[in-house]
């Protein structure tokens, strides 16, 4: 057996999992951009609701079937999670200097977490939600910047907690951004497309992933701070103004309960209908980007098909007169 398999940081919780044959498998899939992707995005998600923790694994062991079928997946599983979650935090310690103590704590706290749910044997797969919360509160004072890297960072109230993650997701985002950017009403296309990014790698809308995601993925457009800073203002005002028209409306204390409203709210806990979804595919398309491979995810993941999408977005452009 290779000696690095030793000092492997998830080698302690499942050491059969690093068996040589699964090892080497694993070491493959690590270094497959879709399968550190899918990493990345399911650290997102626990990172802006730490319920996903549990909810989302089923993507990581849907990710490691579709690319080894005829793996030992349990241990294949475990292996890859390991080395991919080593991945992640040496990368992100580099972007975010922090010292080898700093990333060790905040890589053995991950590890913590997600043992109990996917190595077999006696551990306690009870986690309070107390431990999660404390865990993402420690997470984001190690993260916290006062100033980010573009501009317009000055806008984002999140300096700079999920950076890595949008530069780690990104996959030529810019092509869309590009097109939408040439529209006139290009701040609110920005902000759906970022949005439906942000739904599909985030599992819920986050006004400052989207900004994050919009920022990183225009920077080059300007030669000049001003402009790009002056587009961010308009497009986080769009971005705002999506998020606010699903929240349920507050009631003054004393005032009778308004009656509920026609169209669907976002859910407590941030995640959205398959309406609300729906319509920001259709938007995406009016926009001229690839919609079907942008979407395809999360078109799977709410029984949305490509035909319903396409036959609304040929509706909307008899009547709105423009082409993609």
């Known amino acids: 057996m290779n000696e690095n398999v030793h000092s492997c940081a998830g080698y302690k919780y499942y050491p059969e999992a690093f068996d040589p044959g699964v090892y080497e498998l694993a070491s493959k899939l690590v270094n497959d951009d879709r399968f550190y992707?899918?990493?990345?995005?399911?650290?997102?998600?626990?990172?802006?609701?730490?319920?996903?923790?549990?909810h989302a694994r089923s993507a990581i062991v849907n990710e490691v079937q579709s690319l080894a079928p005829q793996a030992a997946m349990i241990k294949t599983v475990w292996c890859a999670l390991s080395l991919a979650t080593e991945k992640y935090f040496t990368r992100k310690a580099l972007d975010y200097a922090w010292s080898d103590e700093e990333r060790d704590e905040a890589q053995t706290d991950w590890f913590n977490l997600i043992a109990p749910g996917f190595v077999p044997g006696d551990l306690n797969r009870s986690l309070d939600i107390s431990v999660l919360k404390?865990?993402?509160?420690?997470?984001v004072r190690l993260h916290k910047?006062?100033?980010?890297?573009?501009?317009?960072c000055d806008m984002c109230t999140s300096k700079c907690l999920y950076s890595y993650e949008v530069k780690?997701?990104?996959?030529?985002?810019?092509?869309?951004?590009?097109?939408?950017?040439?529209?006139?009403?290009?701040?609110?296309?920005?902000a759906h497309l970022a949005l439906n990014l942000c739904a599909n790698l985030g599992g819920m809308y986050d006004v400052d992933v989207a900004f994050c995601m919009t920022a990183r993925s225009v920077?080059?457009?300007?030669?000049?701070?001003?402009?790009?800073h002056d587009f961010m203002e308009r497009v986080r005002a769009e971005i705002e103004k999506v998020i606010d028209q699903y929240k349920e409306p507050t009631v003054e204390k004393g005032k009778p309960k308004p009656e509920p409203a026609a169209k669907e709210v976002v859910a407590a806990d941030g995640s959205l209908s398959r309406q609300q979804i729906f319509e920001v595919i259709v938007r995406i398309g009016l926009t001229g980007a690839k919609w079907r491979q942008l979407c395809e995810e999360t078109m799977?993941?709410?029984?949305?098909?490509?035909?319903?999408?396409?036959?609304?977005?040929?509706?909307?452009?008899?009547?709105?007169?423009c082409a993609p």
């Open 300 to 321: 799977l993941a709410n029984n949305i098909s490509a035909e319903e999408v396409e036959l609304e977005i040929e509706r909307r452009q008899k009547y709105l007169n």
């Open 37 to 54: 992707r899918t990493f990345v995005s399911y650290f997102l998600k626990t990172l802006l609701d730490p319920t996903q923790l549990v």
């Open 219 to 228: 920077q080059h457009q300007d030669s000049f701070e001003d402009a790009q």
């Open 168 to 190: 780690a997701l990104s996959d030529n985002w810019w092509l869309p951004f590009d097109m939408a950017r040439q529209r006139d009403d290009a701040p609110k296309l920005a």
């Open 145 to 152: 910047r006062d100033v980010g890297p573009m501009a317009a």
């Open 134 to 139: 404390a865990w993402k509160k420690k997470l």
